[in-house]
Nanobody
Framework: QVQLVESGGGSVQRGGSLRLSCAVS????????INWFRQAPGKEREGVSC????????YYANSVKGRFTIARDNAKNTVYLQMNSLKPEDTAVYYC??????????????WGQGTQVTVSS
């Protein structure tokens, strides 16, 4: 059973940056495709980014393209989501999950507990 633990959330002002971490155990981080989703109050959980297991290809939602970067550190068994130029509409609980890249919420197999990101204007 894979375990995912997110960290790195917090409160920042518009234009600020945060880096989220998703620690994966007990398997190696490149064994799975790792997705980042987010869920704002009253909204559906939406896919933000993904890094593929096979070749490390990366995918981004249009709303974050050019501002967010996903990467993995095999030595630390961790996937990161670097978030720059943050906007108030990025405010949400962010989750990492295993499952196919560009899959929907229903396609994911395992989820972390989530980490809150709040961006003030």
């Amino acid at each position: 059973q894979v375990q995912l633990v997110e960290s790195g959330g917090g409160s920042v002002q518009r234009g600020g940056s945060l880096r989220l971490s998703c620690a994966v155990s007990p398997f190696t981080v490149d064994y799975y495709a790792i997705n980042w989703f987010r869920q704002a109050p009253g909204k559906e959980r939406e896919g933000v980014s993904c890094i593929a297991s096979s070749d490390g290809s990366t995918y981004y939602a249009n709303s974050v393209k050019g501002r967010f970067t996903i990467a993995r550190d095999n030595a630390k068994n961790t996937v990161y989501l670097q978030m720059n130029s943050l906007k108030p509409e990025d405010t949400a609980v962010y989750y990492c999950a295993t499952g196919p890249c560009k899959g929907s919420f229903y396609d994911m197999d395992s989820w972390g507990q989530g980490t809150q990101v709040t961006v003030s204007s």
